[in-house]
């Protein structure tokens, strides 16, 4: 190709181009949160009803309890507090991790119907560039309604927050979040190949992983309770977003919250593995995704029939 | 000098579909389970600066060999090189010089505009927003494109957003472009219009390369420095659009406008007659026949045989041979 133009390749073109092409991924999503309004309905007020059942159940048995034990009203209705502030941090975590599963995860699979998996896939960035972008701009479209979704907790039900270290909270945030996102990234390259069959997994990981995370109660309860109970509790802490709303809950609840009896370990121990799942899901995603690209260009995967 | 796009008994096979123990077989299905040779030893060689046509019906592997030349699709044996680098050993290289848009294609995204859209694939090759915006509004005048530049692209019609698709092709400015089928379906206007700046964009400058797959004969006519008729996964002649029609030089075609034809069968069977094929219109309820002959010796009896079935012959012409032509009397069949 002697008249051609000649082609960088040297590293510092190489970052250039991936970081270009994650703020190209990402944008889709930062202005789609802003240009389609009706995400407000859907995305923030609709979410509220279902933690507001939980709110009210709590407060329902809070008051049976004080009712029949005037005396301990203080105490129970700070466990009472605690709950709701539970439940209110996990319906914003909720928002992630439905994020994570069908815009992360099965977002690939959608891409490829719409033609445009094609197009990424031969463009020379980087494969986790493009997933990336994708995590970047699911991270930011949810953040705002995972912001609101706090802000409403704090203003409708009157949810009390402590933060006694904000600077160890946003680490544990930002950890959960990007191991959360190395999840969906892994994912991601498995709905690659499997196609239909990944939406039911999705379905079949929503319900399921909210009760074994613990979204609507606090983790270490359900560790405590033994047998079977224990078990779903530790298969959910693989899910990031187990241990990342049980150190979020320390953090902003305070340790001495529920007694200190509900907390499955401290909030540092699980910054620890939070940082280790993060890692290993980054890595797994990378060698995953390079192995079933080259098995889907090998199986004609990577286009629908009809392209 | 290596040439732009180069492949050697290039092979792909489709796997069969899986059959599952659980899911009974649909009727019909059982046949169309086994593999499908897609492409079937296609060697090739397209120079640089070339705008090269690939013509042939639906299914004949077209888009097939051009996925494998955009790195998104292995071949199962044979060898396929692009810019010198081979599709499955060294990728990256191949990305960097490469751009394809195929025809009906929709991607990107509904919510953001033509220009956002077009500047986001860009950044998938590096090219720095500024020049890339320069580019894209450059273009976009080219493609009679500029009014719709803050259109959503939901809102936009099929030809503005093939237009749409066509400039993301170019704004990385590529080395070699694949087209795979680009005017599909679009009205008169929009195809000539892009038609007419692909010619352009290769003969106005050196080295750059386009591989046009059509199954529009005038199309390929029309553009091509050279083009390979491929049928069923086979090349079956490379040459000049000149050249190709020239094969059949020594034949005569004939067309003919009949009424709907109970039996076709005999017209094979007729001395001097190489090959034709028909096509029924529907709409005029009549049938068009194609013949390829030696000479014009067969026409009167041709002409008896239609007669003898009671049907009525509402057009005769002599023609100048076209592709398509060629490609009747090499296969036996039209492309529809």
């Known amino acids: ?307 | 000098m290596p040439y732009a796009v180069e492949t050697r008994d290039l092979t792909r096979v489709f796997a069969g579909k899986k059959k599952h123990w659980w899911r009974k077989p649909k009727p019909n299905e059982e046949e169309s389970r086994g593999p499908v040779t897609a492409l079937d030893g296609v060697s090739l060689q397209i120079h640089e600066g070339e705008l090269f046509g690939l013509l042939g019906p639906n299914g004949a592997g077209k888009t097939t060999l051009i996925k494998i030349l955009a790195t998104l699709l292995l071949p199962t044996s044979g060898m396929a090189f692009v810019a010198g680098n081979d599709v499955t050993k060294d990728p990256f290289p191949i990305r960097q010089r490469i751009n394809m848009v195929s025809g009906g294609e929709t991607s990107g995204y509904g919510l953001l505009t033509t220009r956002e859209n077009i500047w986001m694939f860009s950044q998938f090759y590096g090219v720095p927003s500024k020049v890339s915006k320069a580019r894209i509004d450059e273009l976009m005048h080219a493609f009679g494109l500029w009014d719709k530049r803050d259109a959503k692209v939901r809102l936009i019609s099929s030809g503005q957003r093939q237009k749409m698709n066509m400039i993301r092709g170019f704004v990385t400015e590529p080395d070699i472009l694949f087209l795979d089928e680009p005017t599909l379906g679009l009205d008169v206007n929009a195809a000539r219009t892009i038609r007419e700046y692909v010619m352009n964009w290769v003969r106005g400058q050196s080295g750059k390369t386009v591989l046009l797959t059509t199954h529009y004969m005038a199309e390929a006519d029309e553009m091509c420095d050279r083009i390979a008729i491929i049928d069923k996964g086979k090349i079956l002649a490379c040459d000049t659009p000149e050249n190709l029609k020239r094969m059949i030089h020594t034949q005569t075609t004939f067309r003919l406008e009949v009424d709907p034809l109970q039996d076709t069968s005999t017209f094979q069977r007729m001395d001097g007659v190489v090959n034709f094929s028909l096509r029924d219109d529907a709409s005029k309820n009549r049938t068009e026949l194609t013949f390829i002959l030696e000479n014009e010796a067969p026409v009167a009896e041709i002409l008896s045989a239609i007669t003898a079935q009671g049907a009525k012959v509402h057009a005769l012409r002599k023609t100048e041979p076209t592709l398509e032509d060629v490609f009747i009397s090499m296969v036996g069949r039209g492309f529809e």
Not at chain 1, 15 to 40: C, D, H, K, M, Q
Not at chain 1, 88 to 110: C, D, I, P, T
Not at chain 1, 182 to 208: D, I, K, T, V
Request: glycine residues 10%; proline residues 4%; positive net charge.
């Open chain 1, 1 to 307: 190709m002697t008249a051609a133009v000649a082609r960088r390749s040297d590293l510092r073109f190489r970052i250039g181009l991936n970081l270009r092409s994650i703020v190209g991924r990402a944008y889709p999503r930062v202005i789609g949160a802003n240009r389609e309004p009706s995400w407000i309905f859907f995305e923030a007020v609709l979410p509220l009803l279902s933690i507001a059942a939980y709110v009210f159940i709590y407060r329902t048995i809070a008051l049976n309890q004080v009712a029949a034990n005037p005396v301990d009203a203080p105490r129970i209705l700070a466990n009472m507090n605690a709950l709701v502030a539970s439940v209110v941090l996990g319906g914003a975590m909720v928002a992630f991790w439905l994020n994570v599963l069908w815009s992360m995860a099965s977002q690939l699979y959608w891409e490829k119907e719409i033609g445009n998996l094609q197009l990424y896939m031969m463009a020379p960035m980087n494969r986790m560039a493009l997933l990336g972008g994708m995590a970047v701009g699911g991270m930011f479209m949810t953040s705002v309604r995972a912001v609101s979704t706090l802000v409403a907790g704090v203003v409708v039900f009157g949810v009390v927050f402590q933060v006694a270290n904000p600077l160890m909270l946003l680490a544990v945030f930002f950890v959960t979040l990007v191991a959360l996102y190395g999840l969906g990234m892994f994912f991601a390259s498995l709905y690659l190949l499997w196609g239909r069959e990944a939406w039911n997994l999705s379905a079949l990981m929503e319900e399921p992983i909210f009760f074994s995370s613990g979204f609507y109660f606090p983790l270490g309860g359900l560790y405590q309770s033994g047998g079977w109970g224990s078990a779903v509790a530790v298969l959910g802490s693989i899910i990031p977003a187990g241990l990342g709303l049980d150190a979020l809950r320390q953090l902003t609840l305070g340790e001495t919250a529920f007694g200190g009896k509900f907390w499955v370990l401290s909030a540092p121990v699980e910054l620890e593995i939070l940082v280790v799942l993060a890692v290993g899901f980054l890595i797994l995603a990378r060698y995953a995704l390079a192995y079933l690209e080259t098995l889907a260009k090998r199986e004609g995967k990577l286009t629908s029939r009809h392209q």
